[in-house]
Nanobody, 117 residues
Framework: QVQLVESGGGLVQPGGSLRLSCATS????????MGWYRQAPGKERELVAT???????TYADSVKGRFTISRDNAQNTVYLRMNRVKFEDTAVYYC???????????WGKGTLVTVSS
């Protein structure tokens, strides 16, 4: 049973910082990539950042320079450091893992980030 559990969401003021974590467990032995997606109210889910098994990273233009994705190989955990957050960063953030064995994607249930003054 594969499980992805996000944590670290909450209320943050504009310009503030937050760190999201995603812990993985279960039958994921070959991870091709890991990433963060978000879905704001009334909008479609969108890519935020990804990181490959070789530590190659990509970012959406809207978060580039403000967010940083990283991995803890020992703990099989992926993080998203969010700096200088804006109102438009408000969304439910989802963790995703792609298996290198069969290409299957696994999703967490999400953690809510609310940017408000």
């Amino acid at each position: 049973q594969v499980q992805l559990v996000e944590s670290g969401g909450g209320l943050v003021q504009p310009g503030g910082s937050l760190r999201l974590s995603c812990a993985t467990s279960g039958s994921i032995f070959n991870i091709n990539s890991m990433g963060w997606y978000r879905q704001a109210p009334g909008k479609e889910r969108e890519l935020v950042a990804t990181i490959t098994s070789g530590d190659t990273t990509t970012y959406a233009d809207s978060v580039k320079g403000r967010f940083t994705i990283s991995r803890d190989n020992a703990q099989n955990t992926v993080y998203l450091r969010m700096n200088r957050v804006k109102f438009e960063d408000t969304a439910v953030y989802y963790c995703k893992v792609r298996s290198g064995l069969d290409g299957m994607d696994y999703w967490g249930k999400g953690t809510l980030v609310t940017v408000s003054s």
